[in-house]
Antibody
Framework: EEQLVESGGGLVQPGESLRLSCAASGFSIRSYWMSWVRQAPGKGLEWVANINEDESKKYYVDSVEGRFTISRDNAKNSLYLQMTSLRAEDTAVYYC??????????????WGQGIMVTVSS | DIQMTQSPSSLSASVGDRVTITCRASQSISNYLNWYQQKPGKAPKLLIYAASSLQSGVPSRFSGSGSGTDFTLTISSLQPEDFATYYCQRSSTFGQGTKLEIK
């Protein structure tokens, strides 16, 4: 069975750091652009970042540019999101997502279960 | 940046009703438009991709149409399990969501 499983969330204070991980199973992430999407409590979906197959291209939503870093380890079949200088407005459920088709942008047909990140003093 | 605007933001309907949700792009996006369904506490689920293509396993009562700037998601006959929030998406931009509630 193909699946994505996020880990690493939790409660942190403003200004602190956290690293999210996403472990893929049942398929290889090697051929896919991978992304992170988040959802603040009671709010809509917000794309956060994506990364291409060989890590040569990385894109971020403006609000996290310079604070978050997306990375991947194709050998470990895993995706990561390093989050620094966290703010209260980063509080959200973070989803690891995969597009339908390899080697390009497409609709997200696979989502992890989501991991909660809470930034509060 | 392209903006995606959904309407309505909420909608009350009954089982068996035909329901249409609209998504408008701030500029032409051809057919690069996807629709998702999200139930409380769950990850979103892909329903429609490329404006009108039904994702595998999704019931045929769901359909999508449109191109350019105006798109619609239609549920032909609402079932109890369809009450959820629906989002349109183009690349890195999601609409604000439409919450479909039971009347």
């Amino acid at each position: 069975e193909e699946q994505l499983v996020e880990s690493g969330g939790g409660l942190v204070q403003p200004g602190e750091s956290l690293r999210l991980s996403c472990a893929a199973s049942g398929f290889s992430i090697r051929s896919y652009w991978m992304s992170w999407v988040r959802q603040a409590p009671g709010k809509g979906l917000e794309w956060v970042a994506n990364i291409n197959e060989d890590e040569s291209k990385k894109y971020y939503v403006d609000s996290v540019e310079g604070r978050f870093t997306i990375s991947r380890d194709n050998a470990k079949n895993s995706l990561y999101l390093q989050m620094t200088s966290l703010r209260a407005e980063d509080t959200a459920v973070y989803y690891c997502v995969r597009p339908r088709l390899a080697y390009g942008y497409d609709a997200y047909d696979m989502w992890g279960q989501g991991i909660m990140v809470t930034v509060s003093s | 940046d392209i903006q995606m605007t959904q309407s309505p933001s909420s909608l009350s309907a009954s089982v068996g009703d035909r329901v249409t949700i609209t998504c408008r792009a701030s500029q032409s996006i051809s057919n690069y438009l996807n629709w998702y369904q999200q139930k409380p506490g769950k990850a979103p689920k892909l329903l429609i991709y490329a404006a009108s293509s039904l994702q595998s396993g999704v019931p045929s009562r769901f359909s999508g149409s449109g191109s350019g700037t105006d798109f619609t998601l239609t549920i032909s006959s609402l079932q109890p399990e369809d009450f959820a929030t629906y989002y349109c998406q183009r690349s890195s931009t999601f609409g604000q969501g439409t919450k479909l509630e039971i009347k």
